[in-house]
């Protein structure tokens, strides 16, 4: 069966600190995979995702995610993080199998100013 | 350009009943997905509806059931309500029915049984 663990539940930064959220993820087969964010009252939304090609990807407001095949991880990074970071962030993969969408546990980022 | 909607935001249910939840999904984007996020278990696939047909469903008993429409928006009609059917129910809409295309997803609606 396929999962996705994400290592922290809750991350508690001050601003200008650098960010690393870790993501492993199980699939059997080809995995799409994306990060998603929920920042304080509003939608999940795409951060960045990964399908083919060079497992360095880059995805809006400066965050990037690198695909490690060979560790199925695919951890989000961030230089810098601003008070404005503050949210819930969501590994996911994803399979050509079916289309569903399987969520990791969720990592909550506080960022103090 | 409109986001997915959902309605409504809030359902107060007692045991027993049935509810129906209504999502609309971004214009042009013909493929519905439902989850499930109960508290302590995290986000979890419901179901998949692509050109009017359930295409997947995840791990839940027949009573969780729904239907796309010709004009791509859906339904999740979830019957004999139990207490842990409370949870936030969000709908997500893509373009196509293919696993690369990103999710865009509503604001949910509550369930609360009681």
């Known amino acids: 069966a396929q999962s996705v663990s994400q290592h922290n539940h809750h991350v508690i930064l001050s601003e200008a600190a650098s960010l690393e959220l870790g993501c492993n993820y199980s699939y059997g087969g080809t995995v799409n995979l994306f990060w998603y964010v929920q920042y304080p009252g509003q939608h999940l939304q795409l951060l960045l995702k990964?399908?083919?090609?060079?497992?360095l990807v880059k995805g809006i407001k400066g965050f990037e995610a690198e695909f490690i095949k060979s560790k199925f991880s695919f951890n989000l990074r961030k230089p810098s993080v601003q008070w404005s970071d503050t949210a819930e962030y969501f590994c996911?993969?994803?399979?050509?199998?079916?289309?569903?969408?399987?969520f990791g546990g969720g990592t909550r980022l506080m960022v103090k100013p | 350009e409109a986001g997915v909607t959902q309605s409504p935001t809030h359902l107060i249910k007692t045991r027993g009943q049935q509810a129906t939840l209504r999502c609309s999904p971004i214009?042009?984007?013909?493929?519905v997905y439902w989850y499930q996020q109960a508290l302590g278990l995290g986000l979890q696939f419901l179901l998949w509806y692509d050109e009017g047909e359930e295409r997947n469903r995840g791990n839940f008993p027949p009573r969780f059931s729904g239907r796309q429409f010709p004009n791509y928006s859906s339904e999740l009609n979830v019957n004999a309500l139990e207490l842990e059917d409370s949870a936030l129910y969000l709908c997500?809409?893509?373009?196509?029915?293919?696993?690369?295309?990103?999710?865009?997803f509503g604001d949910g609606t509550r369930l609360s049984i009681l």
């Open positions: 990964y399908f083919s090609g060079d497992p």
């Open positions: 996911v993969a994803g399979s050509n199998a079916g289309n569903m969408l399987t």
């Open positions: 997500a809409s893509s373009l196509e029915g293919w696993a690369n295309q990103p999710q865009h």
């Open positions: 214009s042009g984007h013909t493929s």
